[in-house]
């Protein structure tokens, strides 16, 4: 089938429902599936659509009561095409000026790679791309996009003018879909998507492209140690793929909680990382305080012992003793109960490998000087990633970077110098509806960075696989949504939060693959598209510029599982 064989004619549709399409009798319906890119060329204008659904009609109702046997194909060819035939919905996502398009209709040229290269008149910033205010008239033709429309709205990764990144491609042909990593940085975004559908992959791939394209720096919290030297690829067959660190091995620095389980995964040059109880805010508590069982009563205690004691409020109160909780309570009518308790719970800190009552530097600001300078950070947290540790962890640090990034914001506001504005940050957090709960999201800084959006030029990366969980106006701030399968309807529904017209995109998010395939929407993309996910594998390490990878010998790639297990639980 070629591309400029018309596909069908729009016979009916609305700006609010779409477009209905009636294929031609030489078409069949089954070459036409959701998530399919089409065009549509009216009188005025061309329109850029996402297929929704695909149904079967009959031109009579008698046919329906007594179809052809199974049988007898000269009937059933008699019938297809005028009497049954097929029909498809589209959504119209962009508008095109027609004068515009055959002005500029040109082929790309193609490099010695094979690879398509457009020349500056077919440049994206060329074409006037315009939200969809209309519809095309009846009749209109509907043609399968070619490889011109989506560098047209995509654009290409070696646009000189602009951060792009291929994330992917197309479910049905082989042309990069970008992202323009510049508009992905300047907000908030999300990676969704149910367990095993590969969200780890996508996020690697990702914190790759905003490493490769210095579109801004990060700071990665790796939960399972997944980022940072090596993880385990998805699959039958057992390999390890390629972290960021030798990836970049200039510009990414590993920072570990569990210095014993680093050295044992081969990482021989990760900064160990350790906090004290003086850095620790009622704030923190009241993050995990499902996690240490706290009341509102310890919490309450809490907030007049860090009123009594200052910084030092937690080693203040694990070394007190019973006689001294109860002379407490009687000056500064605090309840003893409730401070005992608050005592207990806390000592479960003791156990925690990277807690220390003091610390001979501040190690947070050693995470804050290595952003400064243009490095991308990951903290793992190896035999540490309880929840206990990596919501505490995580909250700690990124309200210090935080707090660093508004003076560094107000500096460059009040000075207007260049030189003082900060670089763009991304922090990555997994498991994000823990922190973004509507219980108490308002109360931490993940809250605050998420409805800030860029103003102190910091944004969130969450990974997530129940989107549900997050707060419903969190969720209306994510700039970009990289959606891969989804079951439940309340992450369906979540995922669409502020979304105009996402009821045609329901069924194209119901019906992805549960592998390698994703709905991609939001700022960083002119329209939703659905992608069949770039792979993260040797021919992605040469075309990101590390050339200088060796697969792992089977024993030790067995060695370095063995112990990623074993730090897990398992």
């Not at 046919?63 to 049988?71: K, V």
């Not at 500056?120 to 008239?137: G, R, Y």
């Not at 009341?295 to 205690?301: G, I, N």
Request: aromatic fraction near 8%; hydrophobic fraction near 40%; charge should be negative.
């Amino acid at each position: 089938m070629t591309l400029e064989k018309p596909l069908g004619s729009v016979i009916q549709g609305s700006l609010t429902k779409g477009l209905e399409v009636r294929l031609h009798p030489d078409v069949s319906v089954e070459e036409m599936r959701v998530g399919k890119f089409l065009v549509v060329r009216g009188v005025r204008s061309h329109f850029f659509c996402l297929l929704t659904d695909v149904s079967l009609g009959t031109a009579s109702a008698r046919i329906l009561s007594n179809p052809p046997r199974p049988e007898d194909d000269f009937l059933q060819a008699v019938l297809a095409g005028n009497s049954t035939y097929g029909t498809i919905e589209l959504s119209p996502m962009l508008m095109l000026n027609r004068e515009v398009s055959e002005f500029h209709n040109a082929e790309p040229k193609r490099n010695g790679n094979g690879a398509a290269s457009f020349q500056a008149n077919t440049n994206a910033a060329d074409f006037e791309l315009l939200p969809v205010k209309t519809i095309p008239s009846h009749f209109s033709q509907v043609y399968e996009a070619s490889e011109r429309d989506f560098r047209i709205i995509f654009g290409w990764e070696d646009d000189p003018q602009r951060r792009n990144f291929a994330i992917g491609e197309p479910i049905d042909m082989p042309v990069p879909v970008c992202l323009d990593l510049d508009r992905f940085v300047e907000r908030s975004n999300g990676i969704f998507g149910k367990s095993g559908t590969g969200k780890s992959f996508l996020t690697r791939l990702l914190l790759s492209g905003i490493i490769r394209k210095k579109a801004a720096v990060n700071l990665i919290f790796d939960m399972h140690s997944e980022y940072g030297w090596e993880a385990v690829s998805e699959g039958k067959k057992f390999n390890t793929v390629k972290g960021l660190r030798q990836l970049f091995p200039g510009q990414v620095e590993v920072y570990t909680l569990d210095p014993e389980s680093t050295r044992r995964r081969g990482i021989r040059d990760a900064q160990e990382l350790y906090l004290s109880y003086k850095q620790i805010e009622v704030e923190d508590l009241n993050l995990v305080q499902r996690e240490l069982n706290l009341s509102e009563a310890s919490l309450d205690s809490a907030n007049i012992l860090r009123s009594e004691f200052g910084t030092d409020w937690i080693s203040q109160l694990l070394a007190m003793t019973n006689e001294e909780i109860q002379l407490f309570c009687d000056e500064r009518r605090g309840h003893k109960g409730s401070i005992m308790s608050l005592q207990r719970k806390l000592m479960r800190m003791d156990n925690l490998k990277y807690m220390r009552p003091t610390c001979p530097f501040n190690y947070i600001d050693r995470i804050l000087q290595s952003l400064d300078a243009g490095k991308h950070v990951i903290v793992e947290f190896g035999s540490q990633s309880d929840m206990l540790s990596y919501m505490l962890v995580t909250n700690m640090i990124t309200r210090r970077i935080h707090q660093a990034y508004v003076r560094k914001a107000e500096t460059f506001l009040a000075s207007k110098n260049p030189s003082d504005r900060p670089l763009p940050l991304v922090i990555t957090i997994e498991e994000a509806h823990r922190f973004l709960d509507p219980a108490i999201v308002r109360s931490t800084i993940f809250g605050t960075i998420a409805r800030e959006m860029r103003k102190y030029f910091v944004t969130l990366l969450v990974v997530d696989q129940r989107p549900s969980g997050i707060d419903s106006e969190v969720m209306s701030q994510v700039g970009t949504r990289i959606t891969a399968l989804l079951n439940d309807e309340k992450d369906i529904d979540a995922i669409f939060t502020g979304v105009s017209g996402s009821h045609s995109l329901r069924s194209v998010l119901a019906k992805l693959d549960s592998k390698q395939q994703a709905l991609v929407l939001g700022h960083a993309v002119p329209m939703p598209v659905v992608i069949r996910t770039r792979p993260y594998d040797e021919t992605f390490y040469r075309e990101i510029g590390a050339t200088d990878w060796q697969e792992m010998p089977d024993e030790a790639v067995f060695e370095a599982a063995t112990t990623a297990l074993d730090d897990l639980g398992f």
